[in-house]
């Protein structure tokens, strides 16, 4: 079965930390990755994605991710983090197929403190 | 810059109506999604369309029902909807063969009565 858990519900930090949004997924084949944003009020924007490669993985707004095979996990991150920043953020894999299909995660609500 | 477009942006109806939404994409991209997030904010696949043909059909009700008449055009028909259905409806599009990223459009939130 393919799945995405991202076990932090809600994340609070101070502007200026360092913040990393966990996500782990269940896939048995070579997955390909991606982490969205989406701000209040607003729908999805693609943050970067992991296909194949360096593990690590630089997108938009400053943010950054992981790929570990070992623990199954691909971690967001950014430092240092800004107020501009508090959003939800979704982990999603690519299902079996070549169709583009994208399973969520629950997403993470990220607020990030003044 | 909204590239993907849907509307209406908001529908309120009755149990039992039907309803029909609109998505547009001017990326040129040769395929188009439509997911549902609900009330927690889930987000869950429903259809997606290749070239006017329907290459993911999850498991959902009969009663919802995609329509394309080209790449860039795919609509949401709901025959008699429920009061589960209500949620955000969200389209997207993107280009094949797989890890391309998709563009969202705005949504349409339909609250059913």
């Known amino acids: 079965a393919q799945s995405v858990d991202q076990p932090d519900a809600h994340v609070t930090l101070s502007e200026g930390a360092s913040l990393e949004l966990r996500c782990s997924y269940s896939?048995?084949?070579?997955?390909?990755l991606f982490w969205y944003v989406q701000y209040p009020g607003q729908s999805l924007q693609f943050l970067l994605k992991?296909?194949?490669?360096?593990?690590v993985v630089k997108g938009t707004k400053g943010f950054e991710a992981e790929f570990r095979k070992s623990n199954s996990s691909f971690n967001l991150k950014k430092s240092p983090a800004h107020w501009s920043d508090s959003a939800k953020y979704f982990c999603?894999?690519?299902?079996?197929?070549?169709?583009?299909?994208?399973?969520f995660g629950l997403g993470t609500t990220l607020q990030v403190q003044p | 810059e909204t590239a993907v477009f849907q509307t209406p942006n908001y529908h309120v109806t009755q149990v039992g109506n039907e309803v029909s939404f609109n998505c547009k994409q001017t990326?040129?991209?040769?395929?188009m999604y439509w997911y549902k997030q609900d009330s927690k904010k889930l987000l869950k696949i429903m259809f997606s369309?290749?070239?006017?043909?329907?290459?993911v059909n999850e498991t959902v009700p009969r009663r919802f029902s995609p329509q394309s008449s080209d790449k860039a055009h795919l609509n949401l028909r709901i025959k008699s909807v429920e009061p589960e259905d209500s949620a955000v409806y969200l389209c997207?599009?993107?280009?094949?063969?797989?890890?391309?990223?998709?563009?969202f459009g705005p949504g349409t939130r339909l609250t059913v009565l």
């Open positions: 997207a599009s993107s280009w094949t063969g797989g890890a391309g990223e998709q563009y």
């Open positions: 896939y048995s084949a070579a997955p390909y």
């Open positions: 992991y296909i194949t490669g360096d593990t």
């Open positions: 999603a894999l690519e299902g079996t197929g070549n169709t583009g299909k994208l399973i």
């Open positions: 990326l040129g991209h040769d395929t």
């Open positions: 369309y290749n070239n006017k043909q329907l290459i």
